[in-house]
């Protein structure tokens, strides 16, 4: 393939291709991307962390705040009976976003760490018994070890670690040597946070049920990137968060299969969980309601319907494409630097990358970055074993929106050049 | 404090940034003092756990020898700019007693970098003093066993 066939080239060779959209008009929808940083334009690669939110999301939660605040699910007024609709629709359209067969099986929650929390404390202490197996990957962000680790201390599970290889790359076979009769759940990344790396989800997870192991899935960096088709993948959880799909803080999803969130104890008491509270005894609610005790993330998950619907429209096939093409624009342009290196080089990886540049320590690097108005993270990314894997202290991560354009390309680049011409 | 700290060093940093008034150049400056800074004054025998700095996003060792009550600093970091701040500030505040470092605030620290650092460097040039400021309490301590 030539080198500018790769950058034209549909994504999704074989018969489906789409062609990404126009991402500089696109790019008029994110206000703060018009604003310098240090007089210069700024330059956003770090949506891996959180992302830019667009127009129509800033609408809807100030028209949520100043025309139809109330809390939810309690009210009797007019305003209480509007929250909770916007609410619950809010829910409908993430169900549908997900293709889950129901609003049901969604679970309103914080974060995609309060997600996995959730199930590590209920189906987990409620199914997992001493002995028992659990397997994550090297890849998994912090978010999916700890929790685990922390059942591990209280239930003597065991924890098994899929490797991966140098290039970052995830492999069946490794994943299927990890398996054993004491195999209970798999507690896996789709897409790495750090290196971009995508798990087949779909066809582990076929081989975990075979085995009779439930899947959870942390798509926090899967679902901006390719969306997701819950009832394709056939995963028993699938746990995101709002802030990086163009959505508020504050806000998660945990999606569970309805017989596996039905088995389910609660996670924290409180209000709107239960159905009657006396001193004797509490009646709890069916899902998704069990799991959401307390005046849940009210405007964050309207805002979150609004982002869904702002994706939704410009196509996750369309946003994957953009971000494919952006990619191989920039990874043939950071090649020419020299001492440039890419951690991870998986085929087909999602549009992250982290990076190193000989002699020079990423903070240095990042904060030169900065200083040219393009924003990267740096460091360890909240993957510490992966990096110990890597045999590195951390990288610079560029990682891509659907609103980066090759200009922000060039402006890394340049970036670069010019943190090699000041530090060394 | 009943006098002024003697701050030789420190009041040079401070005039230097003051002359630039460019935030990218006082920027630079911040390089300038961790490329010149060299290797050579830090022992790599002293890069050890036991002298490294906990929290900071890259590496920073930072020792002191202490002569008739006065604290010398030597700091070090894998990260240029990082060791143009270290630099910067065991430069400036050696030779005080363990009271005077306990004199030393935020001013003196922001005075330091002039805005040319993000709000969450300046949190570390703030635990770099809160650090020297250990370190001087922790001899006095031992010196009034």
Redesign the interface.
Known sequence: MSKLSALTEPFGTGGNSVQAFDVDKVRADFPILSREV?GKPLVFFDSGASAQKPRVVIDCIREAYESYYSNVHRGAHYLSQRATDAYEEARVIIAKFMNAPSDKNIVITSSVTESINLVAATWGRKFLKEGDEVIVSEMEHHANIVPWQMLREEKGIIIKVVPVRDDGSFHLQDFEACLSSRTKLVAITEVSNVLGTRVPIKELTRIAHERGAKVLVDGAQGIVHQGVDVQALDVDFYGWTGHKLYGPSGVGILYGKADVLESMPPFQGGGDMIVRVTFEKTTFQDPPHRFEAGTPPIVQAIGLGAAVKYVEELGMKSIAAQEHSTLAYAQQELADIEGYREVGTAPDKAAIISFLVDGL?P??VA?VL??QGVATR??QHCAEPLMDRMGI??TVRASFGLYNNRADVDALVAGIRKAKE??S | MSRLLDLEKYDEFVGNLELIDD??MR??YI?DVGKKAGDADFPEVMKVDANLMHGC???VWIIDRVDDGRHYFSGFS?????KGLVTMMTESFSGLTGDELDALNEDHVRKLNLGAL?TQ?QVGMLAMLAHLQKLGRRVTTAAAD
């Open positions: 240090y320590h903070f240095d904060a900065d200083r740096v460091g202290e951390g000041m530090l | 935030e990218d920027f630079e390089i996003m890259s590496k894998d990260a240029i700019i990082v993000t460097r």
